[in-house]
């Protein structure tokens, strides 16, 4: 199991962005959260999103269908909160269970 | 513990201008080392990928397998979904087959893997080190193997990853005509970045020593889009401009300070290690823009879609996929990367396209009209292959492969845009992928001296592990050149073709891709909006 792996979903994002973003120099006021906006607080460029996606894929050893969230009517959404990103995911587990 | 065998890629190396970069000069050859292993080894020609392109090409040398097999066809993967196709990028999870990196390491051999594309994510249980390639920096650190191999690396004095990784917006310049000081710019930007990956590959094979040492250089590829014109032996005649001669003494520079480190890793290694070349493709002079879609769009295939006002239609333009009118388009190229047509087939109802019974018609017509896309000035042909898939993407991938496989007459990549004419000289020429790149081989145990025919890219892997000690896995597609190796080498360690590779590494996540077609379509869906 991942070391990133929590008791709670939203932990777990948490944990994962906190390492995604260790060595990029933010400059945050307050730890990240369910409210913490991926764009607005973090800075994440589209690549960075993805990258993360994939890191929740790998944490769950499963794919979640990320697209189902990040684009809305045929368009790209323009930011994310950790919160929506851990809802989504346990959506996803809740209903299609784990693969791996 | 010492190391074995040394791999070092060089992405996009040709003969065109090695064979010039070793010659005596004033003052020595550019790339002295370089005409020692000539001198001192075998060399072949080295088939590319029928797509002569990187992910592809890469792949396959790392696998032993065609992109048929190992299922990377591109940078892009598209999957159509209703009415709208959804583009997102390969990674190594879309990888079929097995690696090297992964058949060496369950054999208890040490492997270090430095920036080769498709090795992030990477796998979990290697026996070594994968610091990939393609991957920004602000994700190296997750992206590389084992995981504390990110830190170690830090304490290199002058390790900088901002300078090492991949930056997509200074890639997405590779194929454009830029001015000369962005020219000048983008040669000089890959200086830094090699020697950053030089350090980190000379810092583990000295604290490491693993047996499979490999890195890979891909400025060479980078540097040649652009500065082509000054390295290419046959550019350099008549009356040449100060800019000219500026750009020809960076890009020797260039190579003058591969040749170092080639050296310097080669003697680091030791006498006793056997040192490997490749490319994954050639290079060669394009000269013209071929805007396929718009050639297709003129014989009814393709509909393009109006491009949205503002940014938003800025953005589009300028991306690198197709925008089109998915209800109306039969046939169509997505990326000027793949050089392949697809065909749109309706499978299912409500889906857009030509109904199954036509494709053997479709496709037949589509290749004559292809056939017919004729320089008007000398009646030849613009695209002077056309492959049926079945024909060059034999294998369990196949049907994510292109339906048909294009080769210009100059070897270029396709333009998607709506710009006509179709066909349009370029105000100067760049550099493109040629199908033949190059392999050499150097050490003891290896024929000294010697110009082998033509191999195929798919044989690296192959001579890779018969180097470790290694058989080779029967369902490898690629071979040990017999005459890369002397008499005596191969009577002390015989070439065996042993156990198939673990097929199925990836047959979980396959199939519940397969089950799952409408969830698992983009996973890197961002990035994407992020290139256009």
């Given at each position: ?100 | ?182 020219r000048e710019q983008w040669v000089s930007y890959h200086l ?31 540097l040649?889009?652009q500065a ?19 750009m020809?003494?960076l890009s020797?520079g260039y ?278």
């Open positions: 199991m991942s070391k990133l792996m929590k008791d709670t979903t939203i932990a777990t994002v948490v944990a994962i962005v906190d390492d995604l973003t260790q060595d990029w120099g933010l400059d945050t006021d307050s730890p990240s959260g369910a409210t913490t906006m991926v764009v607005a607080d973090l800075e994440f460029a589209s690549v960075d999103i993805i990258q993360l996606c994939v890191a929740l894929e790998q944490c769950y050893g499963r794919r979640f269908g990320f697209q189902d969230l990040l684009m809305k009517n045929g368009s790209y959404v323009g930011d994310l909160s950790l919160g929506q990103l851990a809802a989504f995911v346990d959506l996803k587990l809740n209903t299609e269970g784990a693969v791996l | 513990m010492t190391v074995k065998t040394l791999f070092i890629g060089m992405d996009g190396a040709t003969f065109t201008v090695l064979n010039d970069l070793i010659k005596p000069a004033d003052g020595g050859p550019v790339m002295p080392f370089l005409a020692r292993i000539f001198e001192g080894g075998v060399r072949a020609k080295l088939r590319s990928t029928p797509n002569p392109l990187t992910p592809p090409a890469w792949v396959s040398l790392m696998t032993g397998r065609g992109p048929g097999h190992h299922g990377v066809f591109d940078f892009i993967r598209a999957e159509e979904r209703g009415d709208e196709v959804f583009f997102t990028l390969y990674d190594s999870r879309d990888c079929r087959v097995e690696t090297i990196w992964s058949i060496a390491s369950r054999q208890g051999k040490k492997v270090a893997a430095l920036n080769f594309p498709f090795t992030a994510p990477p796998p979990k249980d290697l026996n070594g080190f994968i610091v990939p390639g393609f991957v920004p920096w602000r994700h190296l650190r997750r992206n590389s193997y084992p995981d504390d191999v990110y830190d170690r690396l830090k304490t290199i004095p002058d390790f900088n990853a901002q300078e090492l990784a991949w930056d997509f917006e200074q890639e997405k310049q590779s194929g454009n005509e830029l001015s000369d000081h962005d830094p970045r090699e020697k950053q990956w030089f350090k980190v590959a000379e810092h583990l094979m000295s604290e490491e020593a693993p047996d499979l040492m490999a890195v890979l250089f891909d400025g060479v590829d980078k040649q889009h082509w014109p000054y390295v290419d032996p046959a550019m350099q005649t008549g009356e040449l401009s100060g800019f000219h001669k500026r020809r003494d020797l190579f003058r300070q591969l040749d170092s480190f080639i050296e310097a890793l080669v003697t680091a290694a030791g006498p006793d290690v056997q040192v490997f070349f490749a490319s994954d493709h050639g290079f060669t002079a394009s000269t013209e823009i071929v805007r396929i879609n718009a050639y297709l769009a003129e014989k009814g295939y393709v509909h393009f879609r109006e491009l949205p006002d503002g940014d938003a239609g800025a953005r589009r333009d300028n991306s690198y996929f197709a925008y089109l009118d998915w209800h109306k388009t039969t046939a169509y190229c997505r990326t000027p990367s793949c050089n392949g047509i697809t065909i749109r087939v309706a499978r299912n109802p409500g889906e857009t396209g030509i109904a199954p019974a036509e494709y053997e018609a479709v496709r037949a017509r589509l290749i004559r009209d292809l056939e017919d896309l004729k320089d008007p000035d000398t009646g030849e042909r613009i695209i002077t292959e056309i492959h049926k898939r079945e024909d060059v993407f034999p294998g369990a991938a196949m049907k994510d492969a292109p339906d048909l496989q294009l080769v210009l007459r100059d070897f270029g990549f396709v333009s998607v845009k709506n710009i006509l004419p179709v066909v349009e000289k370029r105000n100067y020429p760049i550099g493109t992928h040629h199908p033949d790149g190059v392999f050499l081989a150097y050490g003891p145990g290896i024929e000294r001296g010697k110009l082998l025919g033509r191999r195929h890219i798919t044989d690296v892997a192959a001579t890779l592990l018969y180097s470790l000690g290694l058989q080779v896995p029967s369902d490898f597609e690629g071979v040990v050149p017999p005459a890369m190796f002397s008499a005596e080498h191969k009577t002390a360690h015989p070439i065996v073709v042993g156990a198939p590779t673990l097929n199925g590494l990836n047959d979980a996540k396959i199939e519940a891709m397969d089950e799952d077609e409408k969830r698992q379509i983009l996973e890197q869906l961002q990035l994407l909006g992020y290139m256009e």
